[in-house]
């Protein structure tokens, strides 16, 4: 587990100070090369989806989302219009292992996930998926994402049907194909077998939390990337979950 990954592992406002003065050391020091760099190339508008779910009458439809450090996730798919909620949780693992504590030993199987619930009549599932691609994840790096390693960083996607599951695998063909990033995509396409909310200090957390070095570094820039690439899909006003902050 990288030094990141064990501090965070401390709930609350805590470990956010400590994460931010660990951030701030390792920066300055040269320890942590290219971190600002990595963050910021993630602001290229991919391709839409060649195939996309075929409408429906539906009005509401959820699709879960593993991309590194679940504050960034939902901070960004906050701000997308079209989303009416975003809840950070676990995916992958068991009920009884659904903790962070557990979770952050990379042990359990589960990855820091977002479940997005949003209406299909204002937004797909596709575009959603060009979004993730195009500003919220780094999709070649395998069990990371920038400073956290182990396999509760990975990049995932828990689709929730099978239509999802076609229409993920082959954008993923086809961004690979058209070799839209320098290394293959290393984002998997899994199943949704259980979604766990994570506990409350985690929701919200990037709204909460602006100041915080890590926020500043790996999260912020995703946010601003999202305004100007998708400028049509922002929202300034993000979803926030209702009543977070709790422990």
Known sequence: ??????????????????????????LAA????????????????????????????ATSETAIFAGGCFWGVQGTF????????????YDGGQASTAQYETVSTGTTGHA????????????SYGHLLQIFFSVVTDP????????????????????TSPAQARVASLYIAQLDQAKAFPAPIATIVGKNTGFYPAEGY????LTLNPDSDYIATFDLPKIDALS??????????PVLVPDAGKS
């Open 30 to 57: 040269g320890h942590l090369p290219g971190l600002r760099a990595h963050a910021a190339e993630l602001d290229q508008r991919l391709p839409p989806p060649a195939v996309d779910e075929p409408a429906s009458a």
């Open 112 to 123: 820091e996930s977002v479940r997005v619930t949003f209406d299909p009549r204002v937004i």
């Open 202 to 205: 985690h929701q919200n957390y």
């Open 78 to 89: 906050q701000h997308v219009r079209g989303v009416t909620e975003a809840l950070s949780g």
């Open 1 to 26: 587990m990288s030094l990141f990954s064990r501090i965070k592992a401390s709930p609350g406002r805590a470990a956010a100070v400590a994460i931010g003065a660990a951030l701030t050391v390792g």
């Open 140 to 159: 070649t790096q395998v069990n990371e994402q920038y400073p956290d390693t182990g396999t509760q960083y990975r990049s995932e996607l828990f689709t």
């Open 228 to 237: 100007r690439v998708f400028p049509a899909d922002f929202s300034s006003k």
